[in-house]
């Protein structure tokens, strides 16, 4: 019985979570949508897109693996948020968190951009091959100072547990992994950057250079899938750095308000900045972001 | 076609140092591509792409993420303004001509206008004049304002564009005052204008040329000082100083590869030579110099503005005496003429026979030599990134292209 009420409480989480992230990113738009002299879209926008696009049927076939790509890519989202503690003390907002769990959700960051690069990659499009190719080698140098970081907080607090890390920031400001070990800190937001994949390293869809592909290949449910995945992995992985980093949340209105700060930090440099080249976000992520990292592992090793 | 070697100096990781890969140059100068090696791969950018200006595309063949091939495609936009204008009357031949460029239509109308006054000897009155030199003014800086940020927009940079069509549209509301219309305005006619400046005209361009002041200060700090657009912008597309002259390359190209070329000062028309101003020019020649020049652009046109406005007359004629224009022969004759778009020399050919239709209407946009022949060359071991980005720091008009 008592993981069936796990279980329902686990599905209002995700409820919440999804449609917080699609009011996230409609906000988003919205502030964007303000500082260029605009009104933008209403607050509704992203409810109506998912349901249209959830009602539209595809018509063509590029294969089943193209079709599974936003599957896996649902399932890494999806895959993040079950292992994900989100309240802090919460019995059942902790969702199915672990001793482990730490090094499992690094593992589903890479696991849902594999199954979409399998799925791009079936859809025969070379403007995909290109897309792929991109996306794999930012995500790897953007895992590499995020590793980093996490492996200097593991050692700090030794542990590999999310919530035990969280516990470890309660007790005030100061005990936050942000004041505790800023170069992890630094490295790890400056990995968001490349993760969230806002200008300037917007690469993988990069408008104006390869926009034809998964963006437009993928239609209807299969679009409105991606849309989920995205609503969920924004928040998700906003509340990542927000319990390695930050101090966790300890009510659902902490959590919106700096989960929604984490990911803001990505939409400003967005606006401010235009698209690297694929050699020069590399080359950035393998500088200051993973010497920061370096740093703080060596600090706490 | 030649391959440049890759300067490594300047590559921290060396990362195509194997150009082994790139095609072979056969003697006839071509790269040797053999598409079924699957050492290449070959992808169109239009004719619908974000990354594309218009209705054209690019045949690029890539090696890796760089052009080893590219081919400009035109044909999606064929109406043969040229040969309508050749079954039309002189005045039916203005809406017409408009369209050559939409995104700057008043060039058209005006050249096609000095062609009938050259052809039959007509001198406009003097307001008529100073209203021309504001007309066009005016259209080059509705085009500017998309253009300027528009650079940074290629590279995902998008504000400033969106900044520029905002006040775009403020240019557009003065249009419909002056003229009645938004974007084609049909406000010059052969013997002169089609009316005055409607009253407090000037105080409502002053004050959205204050808002462009500050919109050009907010895009130094957001473009022109950026770490990255001047890291993807410095040192590509360069267009070489042999390459001026023999590829016809004009405007505010030519004027970033250091030619101070402008059609205003080299053969001043209306009233460009009682106004006071400087070509701005540069010598690196790439897509960031070319930004600046078009940067510097913004701020004089904001100024000759200022200045037309200070120094036109009030009142008076604004129309010289022409025959009726259903009846109107222009005498038989041909005339070239020419006057500085925001891309450049543009100008027309026009023929006469005699009758009250042309008989030939040639236009010489400078997105024919821009986007066709020297963009082909420019796009060689460019990056597929770059390939917006270089194509836009030409300022191409596809319908030019296609007339």
């Not at chain 1, 190719?133 to 590999?160: D, H, K, M």
């Amino acid at each position: 019985m008592e993981i069936v009420i796990k279980l329902l409480y686990v599905l209002l989480g995700l409820f919440i979570i999804l449609n917080f992230g699609m009011f996230m990113s409609v906000s988003m738009r919205k502030i964007v949508a303000r500082i260029a002299g605009r009104n933008g879209v209403p607050f509704y926008q992203p409810w109506i897109d998912l349901t249209r696009l959830y009602a539209t049927r595809d018509s063509i076939s590029h294969g089943i693996m193209f079709y599974l790509g936003p599957v896996f890519r649902l399932s890494g989202g999806v895959g993040i948020f079950l292992f994900m503690p989100l309240i802090v003390g919460s019995q059942y907002f902790s969702n199915f968190s672990f001793a482990g769990d730490l090094i499992l959700i690094l593992y589903f960051q890479f696991f849902g951009m594999l199954g979409m690069a399998l799925g791009a990659s079936e859809s025969g499009s070379p403007h995909s091959a290109i897309g792929v190719s991109r996306g794999l080698s930012q995500f790897t140098t953007v895992e590499l100072p995020l590793t980093l970081a996490v492996i200097s907080i593991a050692i700090q607090y030794n542990t590999l547990s999310i919530s035990e890390i969280v516990n470890a920031q309660q007790g005030g400001i100061m005990n936050w992994t942000v004041f505790t070990n800023p170069f992890a800190t630094g490295a790890a937001m400056l990995s968001l950057l490349g993760a969230f994949s806002h200008s300037p390293f917007n690469l993988i869809k990069a408008p104006n250079e390869i926009p034809i592909g998964p963006p437009t290949e993928y239609h209807s449910t299969f679009l409105g899938v991606l849309r989920t995945n995205a609503a969920i992995l924004h928040v998700i992985e906003a509340v990542l750095f927000m319990n390695l980093f930050f101090g966790g949340a300890t009510n659902w209105v902490e959590l919106m308000i700096k989960s929604f700060l984490i990911y803001f930090t990505s939409v400003f440099v967005g606006v401010a900045f235009p698209r690297f080249k694929i050699e020069q976000s590399v080359q950035w992520f393998l500088k200051v972001p993973l010497l920061l990292g370096i740093i703080a592992v060596i600090i706490y090793s | 076609m030649t391959i440049k070697k890759m300067d490594t100096k300047k590559n921290l990781f060396n990362w195509t140092h194997d150009r082994s890969k790139y095609p072979e140059i056969k003697e006839n100068g071509e790269a040797d591509i053999d598409l079924t090696s699957h050492k290449y791969v070959k992808i169109w950018h239009g004719p619908n792409h974000p990354g594309v200006t218009g209705n054209m595309a690019l045949e690029l063949t890539l090696s890796g993420d760089e052009v080893v091939h590219a081919k400009t495609h035109v044909g999606y936009l064929h109406r043969g303004f040229e040969k309508l204008m050749e079954r039309r009357l002189y005045i039916q031949c203005f809406p017409t001509c408009v369209r050559l460029c939409v995104a700057e239509p008043d060039y058209n109308e005006y050249l096609l206008a000095r062609s009938v006054e050259e052809l039959d000897n007509i001198e406009i009155p003097e307001a008529a004049k100073w209203l021309r030199a504001l007309s066009l003014e005016m259209a080059r800086l509705a085009t500017l304002l998309r253009t300027v940020p528009g650079q940074a927009g290629t590279l995902s940079l998008g504000m400033g564009v969106q900044w520029g069509v905002y006040l775009r549209d403020l240019i557009l509301d003065l249009f419909e005052e002056l003229t009645g219309g938004r974007v084609y305005h049909m406000y010059i006619i052969p013997g002169g204008v089609r009316g005055l400046l409607p009253d407090g005209f000037k105080k409502r361009m002053e004050e959205v040329l204050v808002k462009i002041d500050e919109f050009q200060k907010k895009i130094d700090d957001l473009i022109f000082t950026n770490a990255i657009f001047k890291k993807r912008t410095i040192g590509i597309g360069v267009i070489e100083k042999h390459m001026v002259d023999s590829y016809g390359v004009v405007g505010p190209n030519a004027r970033a590869a250091g030619f101070a070329r402008d059609v205003r000062k080299d053969y001043p028309y209306l009233i460009y030579d009682q106004l006071d101003w400087d070509i701005f020019t540069l010598k690196d020649s790439d897509v960031y110099s070319r930004s600046l020049v078009r940067r510097s652009d913004l701020r004089v046109t904001v100024d000759l503005i200022r200045q037309i406005m200070a120094k036109m007359p009030d009142g008076g004629d604004i129309r010289a005496q022409t025959p009726n224009v259903l009846h109107w022969q222009i005498p038989k004759g041909e005339v070239y003429v020419r006057s500085e778009s925001s891309r450049g020399e543009y100008g027309y050919y026009v023929v006469s026979d005699g009758s009250k239709t042309p008989r030939r209407v040639n236009l010489r946009g400078p997105s024919y030599t821009h986007a066709v022949v020297l963009l082909e060359k420019l796009l060689v071991n460019a990056n597929i990134a770059d390939v917006h980005s270089i194509m836009v720091s030409l300022q191409t008009c596809p319908p030019e292209i296609e007339r």
